[in-house]
């Protein structure tokens, strides 16, 4: 069974804007990050190679993007692509993502954990910024 209703979410949106959204998928423009209960988030590498982060809520709750499109007509074809990556995509790995991500982090020293995070500061804005709680 497929984790996302495909007709809800094709009746949000153009068409077009769909099909775009479901070749991006199949061409590997979107990178599963989580599944928690029925909130998926992804990473989506759109046309012209911006990251944007798509979190929808299965089977056809409510849906974000953090693109341009969406601020405007409140649906994007990034959603489409999460939607088709979500119901092709081996699950299990996905849901298991952060589990691990969180395993490798406790076996770091909190010394060395500091250290990462303010390189990712350094070299990422929205993380210095997020770290800097403004
Ligand atoms: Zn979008």
Redesign the pocket.
Known sequence: MSLFEVEAWKERMDERWFDTGAAMAEAGAVDLVSIEDDKVTAH?T?SVGDL?V?QLWAPAGEGL???P??EKFGA????AAVVTAANTADLGKVRDRMARLRDGLALDSREALIERLIELARTQPAVLTALEGR
């Open positions: 989506v759109g944007y798509v993007c953090t693109c499109g969406f994007c074809k990034h959603q």
